[in-house]
Each structure stands twice: as structure tokens, then as C-alpha cells.
């Protein structure tokens, strides 16, 4: 049986005018499957609280929550993650290159921190071309941080599945 839930629709004519203005500029054809402005707004909050639970944070996993705590963090973990991943090289000097909108200092110490707290580790890239600059110092997320990341996803993804199973 699918439980859903009801969107309350307000009285206030103010607020029926605003919610028909957010669900006007929505690009509801961009889903994969058809549902008219008017019932989206019911599947929606349905949908919302479905996945929602993939996005909170756990405590048995810390790296995620660490990487997750500013948007900052994410955006370099996001960095290191793709560059292990692709078996390229990253380091300090190289993402502050990729995120100009941060000083090289607060990088280095969002860097130094995961390294410390053991988040991110030094270690060559899987690919086997080497660093001639011994100053260098590749970072990798950690093994469990890469767990973490991926099984996030993949909660993500199954709550997606069942979510358009239902509908």
C-alpha cells in the first residue's frame, strides 16, 4: 500500500499565488514521467519526504559529515574524490587553481584538516605517472571516506528508485 501524503493547501489566497509562480517556472519535463503543475505539488512533498532521509547525517559516518559540514569542505572533497577516482594527481597548490573564489590558506587548512583528522591522506595517484617535484604531495580521500561517499550515493539512488517505483 503507498502511503501518501497530502499537501495542506493553504487558504491564504497570497500563498496559492506564490506556491502557482514556483511551480510555473519548475522544469517539470525534465522529469521521467509525465505529471501535470497541479499534481505536482502532492507527489512532491511525497517525493520530499521519501529522500530526505538519504540526505541526513549519521553518525557512523564522519568523514561525510565532516565534508558535508560547509560548503567549502564539500567542494574540495568533491575535488580530491574525482581526481582519485579519474588517478590523477591533486594537490594544495592545484585545487586552489580550481576554486579561485578561495584563498590558498583557507584551502591548505580545510586540507590539513582532513588530512588530520584522517580524511584525506597522502598518497601517490593510482596512475603511474610520477611527480618530479618532490614537494608535491598527492591526497586521496581515505578508504573509509570513499565508503562513506559511495554508500551515500548509492542510499541516494534507492531512494530515487523507490520514490519513481511509486509513481
Known sequence: MIEEIKLRISSNEESLIRQK?????????????????????DMYINMFTDMSKAFHYQNDRPGMRW????????????????????????????????????????IAQ??????????????????????????IRNIRPSEDLTVEFINWNIDIISSISKFLKKY
Not at 509562480?21 to 505529471?35: A, G, Q, S
Not at 574540495?76 to 578561495?102: R, T
Not at 584538516?113 to 605517472?129: D, M, N, V, Y
Open 110 to 135: 580545510i586540507v590539513d584538516e582532513g588530512l588530520l583528522k584522517g580524511h584525506f591522506i597522502k598518497l601517490s595517484p593510482r596512475t603511474i605517472k610520477k611527480t618530479k617535484d618532490l614537494k
Open 67 to 106: 565534508c558535508l559540514s560547509t560548503i567549502k569542505k564539500f567542494k574540495i572533497f568533491i575535488l580530491i574524490f574525482e581526481a582519485n577516482e579519474l588517478g590523477n594527481e591533486i594537490y594544495k597548490e592545484n585545487i586552489s587553481n580550481k576554486l579561485p573564489e578561495y584563498s590558498y590558506k583557507t
Open 21 to 41: 509562480r514556483i511551480v510555473k517556472k519548475l522544469n517539470l519535463e525534465k522529469l521521467p514521467f509525465k505529471i501535470s503543475s497541479d499534481g505536482f505539488c
